[in-house]
């Protein structure tokens, strides 16, 4: 007898997933939210951040806060406990992970690497203008794995993980009848203003090349915008599926809950467990639109600033406690796990607010630890007995393969992201990784250490050495390639290349440089780096020469 290979092997995987999805009904899987903000300081939740004192602070952002700012660290703390009431809860009541790493210090390259568990060094991707370049590779996204367990899954909220739809540049340029319509883009269509601003209308700012597109990932509903930042109010780069959505009038932060909550409620009424990524614009610029009232009459200190910041982390707050009060009502709360993380590091200074990222230091863009430590916990009250802080090393990649693993799904053994299962249900000690090695920019321009350069935002990034870090479990290496003269106000003459190792659990500040009392330890994680990105690809767009001086330093 004759047998037909392809089809027995296409009968044995469908009948395969069937026994798996059955299984995993069987199973009462989880719901899922995952939400993420968008560059929240690691301390500015109060379950992160109480019992921080000045002594914990960035220097620099004191002394920032003091010059340019009306309010005291006193005032801070106590508007950011005010601020999250129920995360806390949330995260006292969970599994907190006190030791969590971003993926990157910048917000493009570490949502491509938290949607699908694979390091964006791996890809080329190093920048936000990398990852736009790049995007997703087919079938990547995390979320795929979940929608073939029977997940309804919607994104909602900021997604800035591939490029924006320069066809439908070529198609309005075709429109008007202007000839040769493929030499322009968005950005130098130049006498065709009229052309452009009729773009922007129409959403271009926001919009997804169909490759990258969320419902071409692993996604059964969308509603965001791959843009780097949307408006509070009145917000013209969202879009609805495959459609503009026009002007958003009212406040992004309850708009996009309600659009996951009207999600949840068709998903349960279709019987079907969801995955819903919730990523807020809270707290990007522009930070400068105030509050609902709803969230800012809370606050009562003397700063307009500190008022408003906090007001708008409160209506995060309040709106994940709508969400729990809503699953509360249709009875399936107890079954959700909810997942919380920011993107990268602060943006603190200015309009974001003290403490930031205490007790690190430096801020989203940076190469020091405030750059890329953020909070992370999970809660999930049937499941979760005993509220747990876990100190092993771990990242914002393992986010995803946890949820896999929870809804009963293979995590792809090949991906750097690792299940953080066994340390949230079995309270295990043991080690998820030895290490996280991590290339990119080095640029002060995203926080308040942005007020040393000579050179406005762009101009500054641009002229910005690159960098990486090393970190395990107790030690991280810091390597920041020559920084030019003439950049920094602090540092006319330049800056050499040069290494920096800290003991980042005695000194979360970095003040006790290790350097030189340490070798055998910085040789050990520069032979990490070493090993590791060699097999890093040079950036999708990004100077070479700045990604040569990081691979060879």
């Keep these: 007898m004759v047998i037909n290979k392809k089809l027995y092997w296409n009968s044995a995987v469908g009948i395969w997933a069937f026994l798996v999805g059955a299984a995993a009904v069987g199973a009462a899987r989880p719901n899922v939210v995952f939400v993420m903000l968008d560059d929240l300081g690691y301390a500015q939740v109060e379950a992160f951040g109480r019992g921080l004192s000045a002594e914990d602070c960035d220097p620099k952002l004191l002394a920032h806060v003091e010059e340019q700012a009306d309010y005291s660290l006193d005032e801070a703390m106590r508007l950011m406990k005010k601020a999250t009431p129920t995360l806390s809860r949330m995260a006292d009541g969970g599994v907190r992970f006190n030791n969590a790493f971003a993926c990157s210090n910048l917000c493009a390259p570490s949502r491509i690497g938290v949607s699908t568990g694979v390091l964006q060094n791996r890809w080329g991707i190093y920048r936000n203008i990398d990852t736009e370049a790049h995007g997703l590779k087919p079938n990547s996204h995390l979320a795929e794995k979940l929608q073939e367990l029977g997940y309804a899954t919607a994104h909602i909220g900021k997604w800035h993980v591939g490029s924006h739809d320069k066809a439908m540049v070529h198609r309005y340029l075709e429109k008007h009848k202007v000839p040769n319509p493929e030499q322009y883009t968005y950005w130098t269509m130049g006498k065709y203003w009229s052309i452009h601003q ?44 495959f459609r503009h959505a026009g002007v958003i009038q009212d406040y992004n932060t309850d708009v996009f809950t309600d659009k996951a909550l009207a999600f949840m409620e068709k998903s349960l009424g279709e019987k079907k467990p969801f995955y819903v990524q919730l990523h807020y614009h809270a707290v990007h610029s522009p930070l400068d639109p105030k509050a609902p009232a709803k969230y800012y009459d809370r606050f009562d200190s003397g700063s307009k600033t500190l008022n408003n910041f906090y007001a708008h982390v409160f209506g995060v707050d309040e709106n994940v406690r709508r969400i729990f009060q809503w699953l509360e009502e249709k009875g399936v709360a107890e079954n959700t796990l909810l997942v919380f993380t920011s993107d990268n590091g602060g943006a603190v200074g200015g309009k974001s607010c003290l403490p930031g990222n205490a007790p690190y230091v430096g801020h989203k863009g940076m190469m020091h630890l405030g750059g890329f430590r953020v909070p992370l916990f999970f809660h999930w009250p049937v499941k979760i007995n005993q509220p747990l802080g876990k100190e092993q090393l771990v990242s914002t990649l393992d986010i ?6 929870a809804a009963g799904g293979m995590v792809p053994p090949e991906i750097d992201g690792k299940s953080l299962l066994p340390q949230i249900l079995e309270n295990s000690e043991a080690r998820v990784r030895d290490h996280l090695a991590i290339g990119g920019i080095h640029a002060r321009v995203w926080a308040f250490n942005g007020a040393t350069s000579f050179f406005e935002h762009n101009e500054s990034r641009e002229k910005a050495p690159s960098g990486y870090i090393v970190a395990d479990d107790r030690y991280v290496l810091r390597f920041v390639s020559e920084t030019v003269s003439n950049l920094y106000k602090d540092a006319v003459d330049g800056i050499p290349a040069h290494y920096e190792l800290y003991d980042y659990r005695a000194d979360p500040g970095e003040r006790n440089n290790l350097i030189d009392a340490m070798p055998e330890k910085a040789g050990q994680l520069k032979s990490i780096w070493k090993r590791e990105s060699a097999a890093y690809p040079k950036p999708v767009r990004w100077e070479t020469a700045k990604w040569k001086a990081i691979m060879n330093p």
């Design 198 to 241: 009729e773009l922007k209308r129409d959403g271009y700012e926001g919009s997804t090349a169909p490759k990258d597109h969320a419902l071409n990932n692993g996604f059964d509903y969308y509603f965001g915008y791959n843009q780097w930042e949307c408006p509070f109010y009145k917000a013209n780069n969202v879009w609805e599926g």
């Design 400 to 405: 995803l393969p946890t949820i896999i693993d």
